[in-house]
């Protein structure tokens, strides 16, 4: 008995043993578990800390960049300030109260983590322009662009070191009937003389390669080099003498024409309500064929009717013809008018000491843009020429009205290339039916402005 109780307890004993052993391992595995745990967030942290001490210091770097740009913004905005003062010392404000205007850099911006917007930076400009900039630096507003009408309206100033190359080809058509009185009229009907007849149809051609050059943002210089090609077909027949027969001649004439020299100015800046004003000046020289070195014969059966055996290509004069643009933009339309004033000079020749008559000219018209690459414009150009004369004498009949309706269409092929096309009309007896004028300007910018 003594042995089986003994035994009994050996083997509870054993039981008990076996428990707290177990529970012991339960906890200990318990504990161990935590401090893994602990241990694996205490990394996760080290690791966040880490990061975010690696976007604090990029932040810190940009910021110092920024603080290098302000004040490199600061010396060109006192630079600036004290070349608008002259020889008065204007004290420099804090750059935060600068205008946006001269601010031309803009500042870096940071990614928040996790997020695509832009971090804020306390050194930010803010995106509107803010106050007035300071008189002098600020730049004349260009003129408008509109299709090219005529020598001094419409079109657009070439910008400082750009070169346009310009060429164009013009087409004019006019037909004309002329009678000829050389007669003695005794009676309202009744005439004794020599009266002709003459129908004329003159075609012209003209080809032209200009080119303009940016001497600054207001100023601009051009030159251009025409060849012209010219066809007239005039057929007469004088009805005082009998003749049944027409006579009809046909002469040409194709040469370098006369050289032209521009330049054009923007005079202003178009503010306070003010249009913007470009004061033109153009001049010719007398390179082309002259119309007093044109020789002239006798039609064979046909008294009194006289044909030129070739046709002038120039005016044979030089030429000086100032003028003052106005454009008054009103989006989407542009107002403008020109006057102008030519001046013709003497030219001695065959027959003598030729004054051509001066020349008073105004035109005046709308542009609309039709979109950003279309545009097109309505206008009216008149010139009146005044009266010639040959050794003092004035010429009968010199005195010239020409009125054109003006019509003009741009189109803008490239950002270098654009197409320019305008129609003329003739509104009195003296000016051309019908003219068209093709433009083709291309922009080159050799130097940076």
């Known amino acids: 008995m003594k042995m089986k109780s003994g035994s009994g307890k050996l083997l509870l004993f054993g039981v008990i043993k076996r428990i707290i052993f177990t529970v012991c391992i339960l906890f200990m595995n318990s504990s161990y578990a ?35 740009e302000l004040e490199l913004l600061k010396s060109r905005l006192e630079a600036l300030t004290n070349q608008v003062s002259g020889n008065k010392q204007i004290p420099v404000e804090h750059a935060s109260n600068k205008p946006q205007a001269v601010l031309t850099k803009k500042p870096q911006t940071v990614l928040a983590k996790n997020n695509n917007e832009p971090a804020k930076s306390p050194n930010q400009f803010p995106s509107k322009p803010v106050g007035q900039a300071p008189p002098g630096v600020v730049e004349k507003p260009r003129p408008p662009e509109l299709p090219r009408l005529s020598e001094t309206v419409g079109g657009v100033l070439t910008r400082k070191g750009n070169i346009v190359v310009e060429p164009s080809l013009y087409y004019a058509y006019t037909s004309n009937n002329r009678v000829f009185l050389d007669a003695f009229t005794f009676l309202p009907a009744i005439a004794i003389g020599l009266i002709d007849l003459r129908e004329i149809k003159r075609h012209n051609f003209i080809g032209t390669l200009g080119a303009r050059y940016g001497v600054t943002d207001s100023l601009e210089l051009e030159f251009r080099v025409p060849y012209v090609y010219r066809e007239d077909i005039q057929r007469s027949r004088p009805v005082s003498i009998g003749a049944g027969v027409d006579e009809t001649f046909n002469a040409t004439g194709n040469d370098i024409g006369d050289l032209e020299f521009a330049g054009r100015y923007q005079l202003n800046s178009g503010s306070d309500g003010w249009p913007i004003l470009v004061g033109n000046i ?145 509104a009195t007896t003296d000016a ?3 003219t068209l004028n093709l433009r083709v300007p291309m922009t080159f910018g050799l130097f940076d402005s």
């Open 282 to 426: 153009v001049a010719t020289a007398p390179t082309g064929k002259s119309p007093f070195d044109v020789n002239f014969v006798q039609a064979q059966g046909v008294p009194g009717a006289v044909f030129p055996t070739e046709l002038p290509t120039g005016v044979g004069y030089f030429s000086f013809q100032p003028s003052l643009t106005a454009l008054y933009p009103t989006d989407p339309a542009v107002f403008f008018g020109n006057l102008s004033y030519s001046y013709n000079a003497e030219t001695n020749t065959n027959a003598g000491k030729v004054n051509p008559g001066d020349t008073l000219g105004f035109s005046f018209g709308m542009g609309f843009g039709i979109n950003e690459r279309s545009s097109f414009s309505l206008g009216y150009s008149h010139k009146h020429v005044l009266e010639s004369e040959i050794d003092g004498n004035a010429i009968n009949g010199s005195t010239l009205d020409i009125g054109q309706l003006l019509l003009g269409y741009s189109f803008k092929y490239s950002k270098r290339t654009m197409f320019n096309l305008s129609l003329g009309i003739g």
């Open 34 to 68: 935590k401090t893994g745990s602990q241990n694996n967030s205490l990394a996760q942290y080290q690791k966040l800390i880490a990061e975010q001490q690696k976007e604090f210091q990029m932040q810190r770097q940009i910021i110092a960049e920024q603080g290098k």
């Open 432 to 434: 051309q039916d019908v």
